[in-house]
Every structure is written in C-alpha cells, then in structure tokens.
C-alpha cells in the first residue's frame, strides 16, 4: 500500500505532519479528513521510503520487531499515551524517530489500522510476527479497561524481565556450549595438522612405538582420512534429528525426559515456573479472567509437556477446582509457585503474589546460572587440559625412549 506524507491543520488551526498509508492519493485526503485534519500538503513518500513502506510483501521479507526491541517500543508507547498524546501520533512518532526499517514499516501498517478505525489491539494482531498472541490479549485488557497507558507499562515490565531471563537462560547454556565448541576445535586442529608433522619424525623409529604415541598418530590418521565424512554425518544427524522432532510425539517424549534429568531437568522447571508466574500476575493484575489468563500463558512455554501441563490446569480450574490444586495435580511446576498461588487465593492477593513470585524465581535462576557456569567452566578446561597432556605426552615418550637409547 503506498504512503503518503502530510501537512494538515486540525480543527484547533494546529499544524500536523506524518505519514499516512492509502490506496490512492485521494483516499489518503478522505482519511486525513475523517480524522477532522485538512491538508495543506500532500504527497507521495519517496521511493527509497515507499521501498520500505509499500512493496508488496511477496517482494520483500516479512518486517518483524524483536523481542528485545519490541520491549523498548512498549516503553515508549506507555510513557507517551501516558502523557495523553493519542495513540496514532505516538506509532508515527516513534515510527518517525527510530533507525530501525523493521520498527518503522511495522508501527506504520499498525497506524494506518488505527487511522481506518480499527483498535490497536486488532491492528497489531494483523502483525503476528512481531505482537504475539500474549501481547495482543494484554493490549485489548487495557482498551476493555480504559487505562491503555497502564497496561502498556506492565506490557514493558513484563517484556524486559523476560527477556532478562532469557539472557540469564543464554549466558548458562550458551557461554559452557562455546567454550567446548572452541576446545573441541583446538584439539582437533592439533591432531590433524600438528601430529600428522611431528608423527613424520618417528618413521625411522626402530623400536615399537609407545602405546600412547600409537593410539594419537592412529587417531589422527583416522581424522585426515575420514574427518569430512564424519562431519558430513554429523550435520546430517543434526537435519535429521530436527526434522523428527517436528513430530509432536517425538518431541513430547524428549520434553518429558529433559525434565527428569537431575540438574538440567530442576532449572528448567524453575525457568518455566518463573514465567508463567510473570504471565499470569500480569494478566491477572491486568483484568483478565484466569480462564483467559492460563490460555494466554500457555502459549509461553516451550517445553510441550509443561505446555501440556498447563492444558491440564486449565480444564481442572474449568471444571470448578482450585487453581492450587490444579497446578499440584502436574507435580512439575516448582512448589514454590503452587504455595503462593494457593495463598494467593486465600488472601485474594493472586495477582501480587504471582509478581513476587516470579521475582523470587528469577533470582533463583541467577543463581543456578551462576552455578552451571562455575562448574562447567572447570570442567571443560580441565577435560581439555588433560587431552592436550595426553597428546603432548604421546609426543614427547618416542623423543625421550630415543634420547635414553643415545645415552646408552
């Protein structure tokens, strides 16, 4: 759809500019006055910004907000509807002032939504790459309630804590999965390209080689001769593997054992628990129903036998049962988050003490972040410490078995 920038005096004589998107240059002046704005000045964008703004979308990629920018445009949004500027002039202007194509084009599509009369929560639902179903159920609690400004405040306290649990998650998994990447590289550099050398000297060896020394030069002739078919292998099982868990069978079964293993199975369980506590005490505190609230919530968690879970506790609270006694009934949500919630309905305080919760959570998942990082670092340098002694052993026994021979 084309973009047309405006100058327009509004009903109080005040000048307006932006950008608004129509099928002609006509139906852009009809909207301008239906919004009681008479343009002054009316054109087409030019076509670097129509390349961003109109190409069809078979011609171009989807534009999508991440997760990480989409937190930040809330907290604008809230701060400036919040100041009582309208919802149309607070998507253009911050449309207008950030330097990313992809927040641009999305804002301008949701305003031109806005500007033919739609909600904001239906313009942004027509954007589901960027506003998740979560997202969208928040927005429309805070036009259903009256106080947008608000919502969009909780909105953008509940995307910048998730994504700082998300980069807690990252930083645990990621940095320990590196690092034995990198290890894992160096040592196979080293028995391709720096054995293969040194194992020339030993050709003239009389004697049998020492058992280490044979089993290194045996595994690096093994590498050079076969390393690119077993890489190829690799990355096949790699394909193959994702293509199987695409099977919700598959991938609920590998769901449900990650959750038993010993370490790796409890955070998990911690990680999942802090964000449903988030979701729903947002959305509870929002005004949405728990019914409505667990639905939403569910859509949160990756691990479909927790994502399974939740379907459980919402047809148990459906039926009438206690929403305490729903989640005891999975046994896979931390106990925690089940005595709060059950206090939570004694007191008539859910809302409150699922934010607590979730912040007691999170402060838990630092503090196995922090853990797994400090065992998994040791482990592997001193895994690959112990490799690189090997090798450099199996190197320096032939060198040493000859020098005591030319002694003797």
Do not use: C
Not at 146 to 154: F, S, T
Request: charged share 20%; no cysteine.
């Amino acid at each position: 759809m084309p973009a047309y920038q405006y100058v327009a005096v509004d009903e109080k004589g005040k000048t307006r500019k932006g950008v608004i998107a129509a099928e002609s240059l006509g139906d852009a002046r009809r909207n301008l006055q239906g919004q009681a704005l008479f343009p002054l000045n009316l054109d087409e964008t030019k076509a670097a910004e129509k390349s961003d703004l109109s190409l069809p979308l078979l011609s171009r990629r989807k534009a999508v907000i991440g997760t990480r920018d989409l937190a930040l445009v809330t907290r604008q949004m809230a701060t400036m509807i919040g100041a009582g500027i309208s919802v149309d002039e607070t998507l253009q202007s911050i449309a207008m002032q950030s330097n990313k194509p992809a927040i641009r084009e999305v804002l301008t599509n949701v305003r031109s939504q806005v500007v033919e009369g739609r909600r904001l929560s239906e313009a942004m639902r027509r954007e589901p790459a960027s506003f998740g179903a979560l997202y969208v159920a928040m927005i429309a609690a805070g036009e259903a309630s009256g106080d947008l400004a608000e919502i969009l405040d909780r909105v953008a306290n509940y995307g910048e804590k998730t994504q700082a649990v998300r980069d807690r998650v990252r930083a645990a998994l990621v940095y320990p999965a590196v690092l034995a990447t990198v290890a894992l590289g160096v040592l196979t550099l080293l028995i391709t390209a720096v054995v293969p050398k040194i194992a020339g000297q030993f050709d003239t060896f009389q004697t049998q080689l020492p058992l280490p020394t044979r089993i290194v030069l045996g595994l690096s002739d093994f590498l050079v001769s076969y390393g690119p078919l077993i890489a190829l292998l690799l990355i096949g099982g790699v394909l193959i593997t994702r293509q199987r868990l695409r099977d919700d069978t598959r991938r609920l079964r590998l769901d449900t054992n990650l959750l038993r293993l010993p370490l790796l199975g409890r955070f998990v369980q911690i990680v999942a628990s802090a964000r449903l506590a988030r979701t729903l005490g947002t959305l509870i505190e929002g005004g949405s129903p728990v019914l409505e609230a667990l639905n939403a919530a569910r859509e949160t968690q990756t691990n479909r036998r927790l994502r399974q879970a939740v379907d459980e506790i919402y047809n148990d609270v459906f039926e009438g049962r206690a929403l305490a006694r729903a989640f005891r009934s999975t046994e896979l949500f931390s106990p925690l988050l089940i005595y709060m919630i059950g206090m939570g309905e004694k007191s008539g305080a859910l809302a409150h003490l699922l934010m607590k919760t979730a912040d007691y959570l999170e402060q838990e998942i630092d503090g196995w972040s922090q853990t797994l990082l400090n065992l998994l670092e040791p482990i592997i340098v001193v895994i690959m410490g112990l490799v690189v002694g090997f090798i450099v052993m199996a190197i320096m026994l032939p060198i040493m078995q000859l020098n005591s021979l030319i002694l003797s």
